[in-house]
Structure formats: C-alpha cells, structure tokens
Nanobody, 121 residues
Framework: QVQLVESGGGLVQAGGSLRLSCTTS????????MAWYRQAPGKGRALVAS???????TYQDSVTGRFTLSRDNAKNTVFLQMNSLIPEDPAVYYC???????????????WGQGTQVTVSS
C-alpha cells in the first residue's frame, strides 16, 4: 500500500510560522507532482501549492511570498514552510502525491490524513 503521513500542524499566533512535512511510503516507483491543499470549516478543499519532481513550484496567490515548498526526493518528502501566518490560513492541510505504483507502473494520486493548522489573533 501507499501511505502519506503529514506532520507539523499546530497552533500559532498571527505572524508566526509553521513547517509542514509529508512523507510518502510504500511500493512507489516514482513520484511526480506533490501538492498541499487546505480546507477550512464550511469551505471546499483548495490547492495551496504544488511542486514537480524537478523542483518547479506554483503557489496560490494568497500565499505567494509567505509559503515555500521544498522537496527531498531521496526521502520522498515534501515540506511547506509557512511564514507570516494570517487569520485566513487556519484549515486542515492535506498532502497529495501523484505516484507511479511499482507493480503496475500506473499513476495514482494519494492523499494524506490531514494536519490541523490554527492561527490565533
């Protein structure tokens, strides 16, 4: 099986920082795009940022300049550094990985369980 495990969420004051991590394990041959999504109460799940296997990144406009994605391909891990957190940022953050399964060579997207980010004023 393929599993994504997220960590790093928590409570932080506005203007503070958090660093989220997501590690993919299992029978994975290759991982292409990895991404972070977030879902606030009463809202739909929205893309925050994504990163390709070669390190090219894209960011949602509201987080550009504050959030930074990085990737360690050897460890199948992606990091989301979140700085200057604002009240609009609190949500459950979900990691998504587009993976190629070793046995079948087919591509399949997997989701992590989510990690809660809370920002206090």
């Amino acid at each position: 099986q393929v599993q994504l495990v997220e960590s790093g969420g928590g409570l932080v004051q506005a203007g503070g920082s958090l660093r989220l991590s997501c590690t993919t394990s299992g029978s994975v041959f290759e991982i292409n795009v990895m991404a972070w999504y977030r879902q606030a109460p009463g809202k739909g799940r929205a893309l925050v940022a994504s990163i390709t296997s070669t390190g090219r990144t894209t960011y949602q406009d509201s987080v550009t300049g504050r959030f930074t994605l990085s990737r360690d391909n050897a460890k199948n891990t992606v990091f989301l550094q979140m700085n200057s957190l604002i009240p609009e940022d609190p949500a459950v953050y979900y990691c998504k990985a587009n993976t190629q399964i070793r046995a079948t060579q087919r591509w399949q997207a997997y989701w992590g369980q989510g990690t809660q980010v809370t920002v206090s004023s």
